[in-house]
């Protein structure tokens, strides 16, 4: 009975969190191209309406293809629990390994290469017709191949050791593994806090010093100002995969350094990257970072004390389509069950995620507006939000559920406040 009501809660919530995306979707694209033919009173004489309206055009066509990738996707998961994917998957399994650990890493294993197959066109289709047919796509083929080549071997060389530490703790450290494994899933992560800006970053990119001298020194400066001290300013050479840009600071403790995306130095004044790298250096000097990483921290400490009960449950299996191996250990099919339902279960609260978000932002506008010149940061905005096709008119409700940052006419009208406080008090920008 507490199986079959499970199943029923799960298809519940599967069917609600569908249903949510796709009335929020299609509230995103009627909003959207209610207001493709006119640009915000905002933007007037910033934005020209064709790329306000390429804008429009290509968040239509990212909507749309989340739209079906939602429903694929959701596919994909029935198909895997309800419909009995993993019960076979790993019936097979074990009839090839016999129990063991063998066979709970070739579980998981096999489900991330089943997974990441069926996904591929997805990938393929939106990186080669989607970016393509607006004009973002720079990656050739070759490219696409190596970094999936690339991204397997890393993700196994560094996954398949956690994975085999984690199921080894569930196996043998009692009813308390979870915390064991909630410490090191924590040291990991702030490990790759340190390695990923000088090992794993460089294996995709190549990261170059900052050769304007005259950039270089306004960017010291402000750091100066600021307190913030780095291991160096680099170009990394985004243009080969996107003509998107971006600016952002890596790394952890003293391992911290900024780079930026060239197709972002080729678009900027110098001013306006200094205000860019002034948001940026905002969340830092707000703690923003570690605020966001003590919350990941709490949050995954709940979820594996929540996995910790689940995994002893015979109703967690059951019902999500799978019998468990009577007297074996069924430890990776209770990771796989839980990392597989829990999106489900947790996309009706993601408002509240986008709250504390979009508040940082907004901060870190304002410490930019307090160390910079806010008008440079508009600007720098207004030309970020065109090059990247980034749409003014986003519907609110849809917003807030998806986007980390403040729907853009806000968070310009709060710049210009910001800028107009500082002119009235005489202030001129640090």
Same mark, same amino acid.
């Given at each position: ?8 809660l799960?298809?519940i ?19 959207v ?12 004489g ?8 390429k ?12 739209m ?8 994909v998961l029935?198909?895997f ?5 993993l ?12 129990p063991? !650990? ?12 089943i ?25 050739t ?9 690339k ?5 196994a060389?560094?996954?398949l050791?956690?994975?085999w530490?984690?199921?080894?703790? !569930? ?12 410490l ?8 790759m806090?340190?390695?990923? &800006? ?7 990119n ?47 403790g ?10 972002l ?9 200094? $205000? ?11 703690k ?6 003590v919350?990941?921290?709490?949050l ?25 191996l ?5 430890? $990776? ?5 839980? !990392? ?29 507006a307090s ?12 030309? !970020?939000?065109?090059?990247?096709a ?13 986007d980390?940052? &403040? ?11 910001a ?10 920008p640090?």
């Amino acid at each position: 009975m507490v199986s079959f009501g499970f199943s029923v809660l799960f298809v519940i919530f599967f069917m609600l969190t569908l249903v949510l995306r796709y009335w929020l979707a299609s509230r995103h694209v009627r909003h959207v191209l209610r207001h493709r033919d006119r640009v915000p009173a905002e933007f007037a004489g910033r934005i020209p309406l064709a790329a306000h309206q390429k804008a429009a055009d290509y968040t239509v066509a990212k909507t749309r293809y989340g739209m079906v990738h939602a429903v694929w996707s959701g596919l994909v998961l029935v198909g895997f629990t309800l419909l009995g994917g993993l019960q076979a998957l790993s019936i097979a399994l074990l009839q090839l390994t016999g129990p063991g !650990m063998a066979h709970q890493i070739g579980l998981v294993v096999a489900y991330a290469v089943i997974a990441g197959v069926l996904d591929l066109p997805f990938s393929y289709w939106f990186q080669f017709v989607l970016e393509q047919r607006f004009g973002f796509n720079k990656m050739t083929l070759k490219l696409w191949l190596l970094d999936a080549v690339k991204g397997t071997l890393l993700g196994a060389v560094i996954g398949l050791p956690l994975l085999w530490v984690v199921l080894t703790l !569930m196996d043998r450290t009692g009813a308390l593994w979870w915390l064991y494994a909630w410490l090191v899933f924590s040291g990991f992560q702030l490990l790759m806090m340190v390695l990923y &800006p000088t090992v794993i970053a460089p294996m995709f990119n190549k990261f170059t010093p900052l050769g304007d001298e005259s950039l270089k020194s306004r960017i010291e400066g402000l750091m100066a100002r600021v307190g913030f001290a780095s291991k160096g300013l680099f170009v990394m050479d985004g243009s080969k995969r996107s003509s998107h840009g971006n600016a952002y600071f890596s790394g952890f403790g003293a391992n911290k350094r900024i780079v930026f995306f060239d197709t972002l130095l080729e678009r900027l004044a110098p001013s306006e990257i200094e $205000a860019v790298l002034a948001h940026e250096l905002g969340h830092f000097k707000l703690k923003h970072i570690v605020k966001r990483i003590v919350v990941a921290f709490a949050l995954s400490l709940v979820f594996l004390a929540l996995l910790g009960w689940l995994k002893n449950q015979v109703w967690f299996y059951t019902g999500l389509g799978v019998l468990p191996l009577l007297g074996q250990n069924n430890d $990776a099919m209770a990771l796989l069950l839980f !990392m597989l339902v829990l999106p489900v279960f947790t996309f009706p609260f993601a408002p509240l995620t986008s709250i504390t978000s979009r508040k940082h932002e907004f901060e870190a506008d304002a410490f930019a507006a307090s160390h910079s010149d806010a008008r440079e940061l508009v600007a720098a905005l207004v030309k !970020m939000y065109e090059d990247n096709a980034s749409t003014l008119t986003p519907d609110p409700l849809h917003s807030a559920f998806y986007d980390s940052h &403040p729907p853009a006419s806000i968070r310009i009208r709060r710049l210009h406040e910001a800028g107009a406080l500082a002119g009235a008090a005489g202030m001129e920008p640090a």
